[in-house]
């Protein structure tokens, strides 16, 4: 059963748009919400996160928004760079538990 | 700051093999470790996670066996590896003493093919 899923499995964006990238969750315990990011064979690392008392936390050029009643939260890279090319996983908590999307592969086309 | 290991970097080996992958963290006491499985277009799927040595919780039943010999050491294995095991394998540290229980720090990962 998966609690935390990302439906997009893909995205394009060319440089310099928005790039959002959407995850939704089932687990009304959830108290905790973070995004990664991860090249091909590297573990992932760690991008912004947002606890459940918040609705918006922003950090440089990614923003991500947090909507409890709808259990969703987005990621929000502006500008998008060529860099940003990766595959994004969000990710949930509760207490010592993470539970993972299925990720979302971004393409920042130059 | 958290420095994870985990060797061998990548491995091949035959079904019904053994399995052993190791997982050290640096830079922090009473971690949690995680061990979680990426297989080719899936997600991250927590395999085991750890709270303390000789703790361990398993979140998906299979031919899978994880141990904690020591605080900052976490062993994957396996008796007979099949063919479903192939993917990546990833060690993760969250919390301890210097650390939030709200993030999570990954290491490198192995690559295991299983042929």
């Known amino acids: 059963d998966q609690q935390v899923k990302q439906n997009s499995p893909s995205l394009s964006v060319q440089e310099g748009r928005i790039s959002i990238l959407n995850c939704d969750y089932t687990?009304?315990?959830?108290?905790?919400f973070l995004w990664y990011k991860k090249y091909p064979a590297e573990g992932p690392t760690f991008l912004i996160s947002?606890?459940?008392?918040?609705d918006k936390n922003e950090d440089g050029r990614f923003t991500v928004f947090l909507n409890k009643s709808a259990k969703h939260l987005s990621l929000h890279i502006v500008p998008s760079q060529p860099g940003d090319s990766a595959v994004y996983f969000c990710?949930?908590?509760?207490?010592?538990?993470?539970?993972f999307g299925t990720g979302t592969s971004l393409t920042v086309i130059p | 700051s958290q420095t994870i290991h985990q060797w061998p970097a990548t491995l091949v080996q035959p079904v019904g093999s053994p399995l052993s992958l190791e997982c050290t963290v640096e830079?922090?006491?009473?971690?949690?470790l995680y061990w979680y499985r990426q297989a080719a277009g899936r997600g991250l799927q927590l395999l085991f996670y750890?709270?303390?040595?000789?703790?361990i919780s398993s979140e998906v039943p299979q031919n899978l066996s994880a141990s904690r010999p020591q605080d900052r050491q976490f062993i994957l294995s396996s008796k007979k590896l099949l063919l479903s095991d192939s993917g990546f394998y990833l060690c993760?540290?969250?919390?301890?003493?210097?650390?939030?229980?709200?993030?999570?720090?990954f290491g490198p990962g192995t690559r295991l093919t299983v042929l």
């Open positions: 750890s709270v303390g040595i000789g703790q």
């Open positions: 947002i606890s459940s008392i918040k």
């Open positions: 830079g922090t006491s009473n971690p949690n």
């Open positions: 993760a540290q969250g919390g301890g003493d210097y650390a939030s229980y709200n993030e999570q720090f």
């Open positions: 687990n009304s315990m959830f108290d905790y």
């Open positions: 990710a949930a908590s509760a207490g010592n538990q993470f539970y």
